[in-house]
């Protein structure tokens, strides 16, 4: 562990040599004091805290922000992305506007959404896709609805126990 942590600050050290460019191809978020990237091509280490426009590749951490994101989020208690995600979001609460992939959390929300949300708590405004969890709940979908309560509020049926579903 003591290697990789020096690995990762030695490259972040490294990086800074490349001030006069935008994107970094590592961040490591309590290092924002030196300079911050607006766009990380790489790694993104949000510790605790990560704050970008936008991220391409991995976002590990406690808490993620981005205004778009096309990586493999995993942060402990949150990840947002403002505008488009495609990847995987795996956190406590995931929230994202335009969401292509997977979202894994207890509470994933996404403004639309293309693919798969699994969690205690799912919810989008327009969902496409499959949605696993105890409470989905959509607006409008083009897909199915698997938990307790299932809420898709413009279908004929507009709840459902177990499954529901609209095309």
């Not at 990789?4 to 800074?16: K, Y």
């Not at 951490?61 to 505008?83: C, E, F, M, P, T």
């Not at 995931?94 to 994933?108: I, R, S, V």
Request: proline share 3%; glycine share 10%.
């Amino acid at each position: 562990m003591k290697k990789l942590l020096s690995s990762l600050v030695l490259a972040a050290v490294m990086a800074t040599g490349a001030l006069a460019q935008d994107t970094w191809p590592v961040e490591i978020s309590f290092l924002d004091w030196i300079y911050r990237p607006s766009d990380v091509a790489g790694l993104r280490l949000a510790v605790p805290y990560g704050v970008n426009d936008s991220i391409t590749g991995v976002d590990i951490g406690l808490w993620g922000k981005s205004d778009y994101a096309w990586a493999i989020q995993i942060n402990v208690l949150h990840n947002k992305v403002r505008d488009t995600m495609g990847g995987i979001q795996i956190s406590c609460l995931n929230d994202a506007g335009h969401m292509t992939g997977l979202q894994l959390g207890l509470w994933n929300m996404a403004a639309t959404a293309e693919g798969f949300q699994f969690g205690l708590l799912n919810q989008a405004d327009q969902f496409d896709g499959l949605q696993i969890g105890l409470i989905n709940r959509t607006e409008n979908m083009h897909g199915y609805q698997i938990g307790l309560v299932n809420v898709i509020r413009e279908s004929s049926v507009p709840f459902a126990p177990l499954v529901n579903f609209y095309f």
